[in-house]
């Protein structure tokens, strides 16, 4: 296989919170309902041993952006974020427009939280709201009102969060093409400069997989989308990956990072991390994980243990971390990169630059012209000698166009 010179891959980091006040009948997130009181000091102390173990994958890059979601980051105090921030900043150089986001729920924070957020240097929010209507909520079993999601954004707003999101979910049990409209109307009164609006899927290990709620037709859901997204348009709002909208300029850092291959460490109970494997030293480093592959190139994945008392449990047993601190971690091997780039940078909506693949992948594009001439003739991907992009036919039918890339 031809590779090519790397170039140093950007890097994020995800710090993941595993509580809820309660489980969300749709939620097939590493998420637990919190009994009466949070493991918080323990949990941080947990974070802190873990992101320690993580440094040596850094290999003094740029922090580009960090994201702590959940569950409910918002049920741990400003107080935890802030020391496990400073953490993060002691050890770590970051780029100066760092995007430091926290996901939140209505009901669990009040200005006083936010500001102190602020303060401890989160500059974007993530708030679920995914409907302004009391009766979908009720459905959804979510623990706040449409009253106090909207009361959520007056704060967000009163505290100078100028960057942040909203979560709205549609093709909600009994919505029709109408209230599916109100939410995102109701949304847009706040102006928010970005808005991630998911059509609801039922996933298995959900309470909603053993008790199918009445979803619309198929009918009410193709129009929800048609007439949602002409709106979502003429608002302004880019439609840039699959369920992502936003202002010009607004899109997530974060996410944008996932979608265009970047490297993320992966924090916390249940968490994700890729690191690329690209220079000498750095597979020197990994030389115990390479030597099961024939090829000592690749990309390491790695998932931590996914119920936090048993990640904490061993963060405080095991001061070195061992094998069974990972639900997972393997290599991904050359032939099956090229599938894992595709699958991200295909989400979005205006793809990626074709020379983005040998960056961040170390492969030559060479290596792929066959699937991408199939994929092209198809009609699944548009001429590719400048950006890699589905068409629309692509882009309905993902997996379609994936398998081209498969090996
Ligand atoms: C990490 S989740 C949770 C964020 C936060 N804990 C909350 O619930 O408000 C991010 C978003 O994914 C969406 N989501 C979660 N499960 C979903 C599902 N089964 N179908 C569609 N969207 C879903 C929701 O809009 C949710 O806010
Ligand atoms: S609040 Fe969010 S993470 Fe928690 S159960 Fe509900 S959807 Fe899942």
Not at 134 to 162: N, P
Not at 186 to 204: K, Q, V
Request: charged fraction near 20%.
């Amino acid at each position: 296989m031809n590779t090519v010179q790397k170039v140093r891959i950007p890097l994020s980091i995800y710090v993941h919170c595993p509580w809820c006040i309660q489980k969300c009948p749709y939620c097939d997130f590493n998420s637990y309902r919190m009994d009466n009181e949070l493991l918080e000091d323990a949990y941080l102390q947990a974070l802190l041993e873990d992101f320690r173990h993580d440094l040596p994958y850094m290999q003094s890059r740029f922090v580009q952006s960090i994201y702590i979601g959940g569950g409910t980051p918002t049920l741990f105090s400003p107080q935890t974020i802030e020391k496990l921030l400073n953490e993060i900043y002691k050890r770590l150089p970051f780029a100066e427009e760092i995007e430091i986001t926290i996901e939140a729920n209505p009901a669990t924070f009040d200005l006083e939280k936010l500001l102190a957020l602020r303060k401890a240097g989160i500059n974007r929010i993530s708030l679920g709201v995914q409907s302004f209507q009391d009766s979908f909520l009720k459905t959804l079993k979510r623990v706040h009102s449409a009253e106090q999601a909207k009361q959520a954004i007056e704060m967000i707003h009163q505290a100078e969060f100028y960057n942040f999101n909203l979560d709205l979910m549609h093709g909600l049990p009994g919505q029709s093409v109408e209230n599916a409209i109100y939410d995102l109307q109701t949304a847009f009164s706040f102006c928010p400069p970005h808005l991630s609006w998911y059509e609801l899927t039922i996933e298995p290990d959900t309470y909603f997989y053993t008790h199918k709620p009445l979803l619309p037709d198929e009918d009410t859901l193709i129009q929800i989308q048609k007439v949602g997204r002409k709106l979502l348009s003429e608002q302004g709002y880019r439609r840039y990956e699959v369920s992502a909208y936003c202002l010009p300029g607004q899109e997530c850092k974060h996410n944008l990072n996932y979608w265009t291959f970047g490297d993320y460490l992966g924090i916390g109970a249940g968490a994700h991390g890729k690191i690329t494997l690209s220079t000498p030293s750095f597979r020197q480093l990994f030389a115990n994980e390479l030597a099961h592959c024939n090829d000592n190139h690749g990309i390491l994945r790695y998932a931590k243990i996914r119920r936090p008392e048993e990640y904490i449990g061993h963060l405080s047993r095991h001061h070195s971390i061992d094998q069974n601190f990972y639900k997972g971690k393997s290599i991904v091997t050359r032939e099956f990169i090229p599938l894992e780039f595709m699958m991200n940078a295909l989400r979005l909506t205006n793809g990626v630059p074709t020379d983005l693949f040998p960056e961040r992948t170390g492969i030559h594009i060479t290596n792929i012209q066959d699937a991408l001439t199939l994929a092209h003739h198809e009609n699944y991907i548009e001429d590719f000698s400048k950006t890699l992009k589905t068409t629309p036919k692509g882009g309905q039918f993902l997996n379609q166009c994936l398998s081209f890339f498969t090996p």
